[in-house]
């Protein structure tokens, strides 16, 4: 009767938010903080399904680090699947909705992300180590423990009300995706749309859900003015790899049908093949590139997968659990794109990386759009209609 109640006992240490009185053991960011073979009683993490991250890592600012070990009562449970976690919505009480970033290698100056944390899932995403500030961890919690902006319409409005507010295009979606699963009953990414459109105010969309295609009516209609685009992250036509990778996004053939609802709408669609993880989908470049073409895509680009922060040891984490024989080499093909380190976060390689490997990838991309006659990213949305909102809501010409 005593062993199950050790066996959650255990596994409660790594879902610790605030630091325990005992010191386990300590490391510094990117030492890696989870070595399997520094200690032979340390308790492998296990993935669950449904879920990217396969262990609950703590954050860069926590002052101790918490690791499952094995007291001689686990063994006999460990072929049980572990318990499953549900997501949890919190309110994010931010006091203003957009975000500025002045980073010379992406095309815009201004966002808005209507959520924390993402669902989806997936392990590779770049804006895991934001959940830190929280004292959450990177891994799990910024996939289970979301937290939404109900008064973003208001605040929205609020800031393109300023006199001082200059219209430029604004993407929704660049940190955590706007069509989450959530945003089936929330619908708030559809009401902050609502707002940009009433002021058409020119805005772009980043996503891999289908869900965007809820929202045609209110995308096309800017769309039509040139005021409005969307682009489609897919990552792999491998619906294995892509569940693994992404576990709660649109399946591939999802999104492609998203793409074709979207450019039959006469919404201007690119397609973000991102993240290039050299060793698990580089293979597919040129087949991503002619499936998302004969979709409707008018335009793609990519970016080489991306491991800041705590994503190194989550993403290596997760090559053991899902292609352990594969990670040795994709993370020597990593290392390849980043002088030897795991990731480089200088503007203008962070996205693209370095040496023959990452310039090989770039020569098949170019490649792939030409022969299909596609060109890269562009936001050059039109700013001349913005109709600045009054404090009482009323629209007056900008």
Request: charged content about 25%; proline content about 8%.
């Amino acid at each position: 009767m005593n062993v199950p109640i050790l066996f959650f006992s255990v596994f409660h240490m790594r879902n610790t938010i605030e630091p325990s009185s005992d010191v386990i053991t300590t490391a510094l960011p990117g030492e890696g903080w989870y070595d399997p073979n520094s200690n032979p009683d340390l308790l492998p993490a296990r993935s669950q399904k449904g879920r990217g991250a396969v262990s609950n890592i703590d954050g860069r600012f926590e002052r101790h680090v918490h690791q499952s070990v094995d007291d001689g009562w686990i063994n006999q449970l460990l072929d049980d699947e572990p318990p499953r976690i549900k997501t949890t919505l919190g309110i994010d009480s931010a006091r203003s909705v957009i975000t500025r970033n002045q980073s010379p290698d992406v095309p815009f100056d201004r966002s808005i992300n209507p959520y924390r944390g993402c669902e989806h899932g997936c392990v590779y995403c770049f804006a895991r180590p934001t959940h830190a500030y929280l004292g959450l961890s990177p891994g799990l919690d910024f996939e289970t423990k979301l937290f939404w902006k109900p008064e973003a319409p208001a605040l929205l409005r609020k800031q393109l009300s300023a006199r001082s507010y200059s219209p430029a295009p604004l993407v929704i979606g660049t940190s955590t995706d706007p069509y989450q699963p959530v945003d089936r009953d929330k619908q708030l990414t559809r009401s902050i749309i609502g707002v940009l459109s009433d002021c058409q105010h020119p805005f772009s969309i980043i996503t891999k859900s289908a869900l965007v295609t809820r929202d045609i009516d209110l995308i096309a209609p800017m769309a039509a003015q040139n005021r409005a685009s969307v682009a489609v992250s897919v990552t792999s036509l491998d619906h294995r790899l892509s569940n693994l990778l992404e576990p709660r996004a649109s399946a591939p053939h999802r999104r492609l049908d998203a793409i074709r609802k979207l450019s039959d709408a006469d919404i201007p669609v690119t397609v973000l093949c991102a993240p290039i993880i050299p060793g698990l989908n580089d293979m597919e470049i040129e087949n991503l590139v002619a499936a998302v073409h004969d979709a409707g895509a008018t335009s793609v680009s990519h970016i080489v997968i991306r491991l800041p922060l705590e994503i190194a040891d989550l993403f290596e984490e997760w090559l053991e659990a899902n292609y352990p024989n594969r990670k040795a080499k994709v993370m020597s093909l990593i290392r390849q794109m980043r002088d030897g380190e795991r990731y480089q976060s200088e503007f203008g390689t962070r996205m693209r990386g370095t040496g023959p490997i990452a310039d090989l990838i770039a020569t098949r991309f170019k490649a792939a759009r030409k022969k299909h006659g596609l060109i890269g990213r562009s936001l050059d949305l039109d700013c001349s209609g913005f109709k600045r909102p009054s404090a009482d809501g009323q629209m007056s010409l900008f």
